[in-house]
Every structure is written in structure tokens, then in C-alpha cells.
């Protein structure tokens, strides 16, 4: 069985590595644009009854930056895998790095400020209470929260006091009281959800709302279902960092292996063939396919063979004295000078 750096060089390694990143870089764009086109639907149907500001209570928002990110970074790793472009390949690949560890810096602050980002988080989620009825986006979501983790509000279900149709102060059906999202159900095949259940539960104390409403905040619900189920907070972890890391070590690959075939004998640049007058059109491009993309045994472009340089041996280092006493011998043996005459000569050069 060839080693890993033989099997390397091998032309299937290179068809490995370049359509598994292609697939990988196409799946990942569309299913940002899917994303980016969720988000553009709900934000066009949020303008209709737009009341809020900001980020955080817009989801469609979050979802179009999502998708955009998403679209954009998975387009040029799919190009530059397809056209073997090492600009685009490393551009992606440092964005996902940068991404990547962007997450883990964010997972990692979060952990060791737990506090904060509690306090945070119930700011942002009072802020949405406060229009509760007026975004269907951030209602939605909230309502599903309060279902699924058996929670009310942010920090407790008193945070209610702060929308302007639930606080003790107002004269409706719903004043004093809590959404029925909150409410313990007890629910029977065919019943009627009694939407008013949650009426005048804020002016009560928590042990007497044990057996009517949730009582307990989706802020520490959440902490505590992620607490008490560690596989699954894991197993969400990996979804959103293993993909990413899996980009990052093919694009790494890819990127290196066309590095070490840029610096072999066997890689011509075509632009300095076309600054010397070659032209595209003579080139023999059968066997690129229809990307025009793929390598060919031999290559598309002569190589030249060079004569290997002949070794230059080092000359023997020159003696002064040596040289002198030859040319002294040269200058007296030259018939028709006189002895002492070729002697002058010669002192006069030295």
C-alpha cells in the first residue's frame, strides 16, 4: 500500500481533494442562498408592520447576514477549487479560520462571563417583550421558546410587566396577566387552548402559580436543559464547528498541493507565454472537460529541455611570485633580447 506521500503526487489525490472541496463549497452556497432567500421573504413581510429597531429583533435580518456570509465565502471556495486559483483558495480559507475562531472566542467569553451574558440577554429579550405584539417575527420565536423549555420571560415570568398590554396598570383582557404560551396545559385530544389562562398571574407569588403558568425564565430554562443534556449540547457544537473545520482542512490540502505543483518543472505560466507572443488558441485543450479545468498527463504546454549546466570547477587560487618567475623566464628566453635588457623589462613591469 503507497504512503500518504506517494499517493500524494498521484493524479487521483488531486481529483480527490479538488471535487471533494468543489462539492463541499456548491452545497454549502446553496444552502445560503436558501437561507438568504428565507430571510429576504421575512424581511419584506416584516416591513409591511414594521415597529422595531435592531438587529437582535429582527431574525430576518440575522438570517440575510447569515446567508449572505454563507453564499458569498462558499462562492469562492467553489471557484477557486474549480479553477485551481491559490488567491481564491487561500482568501477562503482564511475567512473560514477567522470565522471559526471568531465562534470559539464568542463560545469561550460567553462560558467565562456567564453573568454578562445572562444580563445581556435578559435586556435584549425585555426589549422584545416591550413589542411583544408587534413584530410576529420575534413573537414566533419566543412563543416556541416558552413552549418547548416550560419557561415565561427572560429572567422570570414578571418580566411580562413590561409590555404595555400585559402591565397591572391597563384595562384589558390581558392586563396583569401572562401570554398563554406560559400557562401549564394539561391539554386533552379535541380541547379548546384557553388563550386567557395566564389572566391576572402578576399579581401573585411563584407558589401560587405552580399549577397554572411556568413560572421560570427561558434564560435559565435553556442553561439548564443544555446542563442536563450534554450529549446534545455537543453534538450542536460539532454541527456548527465540524463543517467549518472540514473546509478548512481541504482548502488547506488543496491549497498546498497546488503550491508544491506551482514550484515543480512540470507548471508553465501562461502569462509570460503570452507576453512572448504565444497565443491561447494553439494550445491542445482536449481533456480539460467543459470547466476547462482539468489536468492532463504531460500537461497542455512543451517543456523545454534544458542541457544540465556543466560544473564549473574552481580555478586554483593565483600565486604572485609564481606568475612572476614565469614571466620572468618568458621575457629572458625570447631570442634576440639581450639577457640584462629582458631583466629591466621586466623589473620596470613589476
Known amino acids: 500500500m503507497p504512503s500518504y506521500e506517494d499517493w500524494k503526487k498521484t493524479l487521483h489525490f488531486y481529483y480527490f481533494i479538488k471535487f471533494t472541496l468543489n462539492v463541499y463549497s456548491m452545497l454549502f452556497s446553496f444552502l445560503g442562498l436558501c437561507v438568504l432567500c428565507i430571510g429576504l421573504y421575512a424581511e419584506v413581510e416584516r416591513q409591511k408592520n414594521r415597529t422595531l429597531e435592531g438587529v437582535f429583533l429582527a431574525p430576518a435580518v440575522v438570517l440575510i447576514l447569515l446567508g449572505l456570509v454563507m453564499f458569498t465565502v462558499s462562492v469562492v471556495g467553489m471557484v477557486g477549487s474549480l479553477r485551481d486559483n491559490k488567491t481564491l483558495l487561500h482568501m477562503f480559507l482564511c475567512v473560514l479560520c477567522v470565522l471559526l475562531a471568531l465562534q470559539a472566542l464568542a463560545l469561550i467569553i460567553a462560558l467565562l462571563f456567564e453573568k454578562t451574558t445572562s444580563e445581556l440577554f435578559q435586556k435584549n429579550i425585555r426589549e422584545g417583550i416591550k413589542h411583544y405584539y408587534d413584530d410576529l417575527d420575534f413573537k414566533n420565536i419566543l412563543d416556541y421558546v416558552q413552549e418547548k ?95 467549518q473545520l472540514l473546509g478548512i482542512m481541504l482548502s488547506c490540502i488543496f491549497w498546498n498541493l497546488l503550491v508544491e505543483m506551482s514550484v515543480s518543472s512540470d507548471m508553465v505560466d501562461f502569462k509570460i507565454l503570452k507576453k512572448a507572443g504565444f497565443k491561447y488558441s494553439e494550445l491542445d485543450l482536449s481533456g480539460a472537460g467543459c470547466c476547462m479545468c482539468l489536468p492532463r498527463e504531460g500537461g497542455y504546454l512543451p517543456i523545454p529541455v534544458t542541457e544540465p549546466e556543466q560544473d564549473i570547477q574552481d580555478s586554483e587560487p593565483l600565486d604572485l611570485e609564481q606568475a612572476q618567475s614565469k614571466l620572468s623566464l618568458t621575457q629572458f628566453e625570447q631570442p634576440g633580447q639581450d639577457p640584462d635588457m629582458g631583466m629591466d623589462v621586466v623589473d620596470n613591469r613589476l
Not at 159 to 185: K, M, R
Open 149 to 243: 423549555f416550560s419557561c415565561c420571560g427572560g429572567d422570570d415570568y414578571k418580566d411580562w410587566e413590561v409590555n404595555q398590554y400585559h402591565f397591572c396598570n391597563g384595562s384589558g383582557p390581558l392586563a396583569c396577566g401572562v401570554p398563554y404560551t406560559c400557562c401549564i396545559h394539561n391539554k386533552e385530544v379535541g380541547e379548546v387552548v384557553n388563550t386567557l389562562c395566564g389572566y391576572k398571574t402578576l399579581t401573585k407569588e411563584r407558589v401560587d402559580l405552580d399549577d397554572v403558568i411556568h413560572v421560570r425564565g427561558c434564560i435559565h430554562a435553556v442553561n439548564l436543559w443544555m446542563g442536563d443534556n450534554i450529549g446534545a449540547t455537543i453534538g450542536i457544537c460539532c454541527a456548527v464547528g465540524l463543517p
